[in-house]
Nanobody
Framework: QVQLVESGGGLVQPGGSLRLSCEIS?????????RAWYRRAPGKQRELVAR???????DYADSVKGRFTISRQNARNTVYLQMNNLKSEDTAVYYC?????????WGKGTLVTVSS
């Protein structure tokens, strides 16, 4: 089984930064094919924010390119999302996601609010 626990959300002013973390509990971290962050803003559908594969290939939503960075640290079974120059439109619940043997697993989410 796979369990995901996100942390790092909170209230930040526009232009500020936050780093989200997702701790992955799994028998072997090397069975994880891809890690990703999604978000769901109020009144909107969930969308992919950033994704990193086991090859370290990354992909970003156009709206966050140049501002957000996804990274992983296998030794700590953790995936991060560094968010810089945050905007009000980044306000959302952010969800950690991993893909293992074709199955997607989700965390419960962490709320990020960007407001002055």
């Amino acid at each position: 089984q796979v369990q995901l626990v996100e942390s790092g959300g909170g209230l930040v002013q526009p232009g500020g930064s936050l780093r989200l973390s997702c701790e992955i509990s799994v028998e072997s971290i090397f069975t994880i094919y891809a890690r990703a962050w999604y978000r769901r803003a109020p009144g909107k559908q969930r969308e992919l924010v950033a994704r990193i594969e086991s090859s370290d290939s990354t992909d970003y939503a156009d709206s966050v390119k140049g501002r957000f960075t996804i990274s992983r640290q296998n030794a700590r079974n953790t995936v991060y999302l560094q968010m810089n120059n945050l905007k009000s439109e980044d306000t959302a619940v952010y969800y950690c996601n991993v893909e293992r043997y074709g199955v997607h697993y989700w965390g419960k989410g962490t709320l990020v609010t960007v407001s002055s």
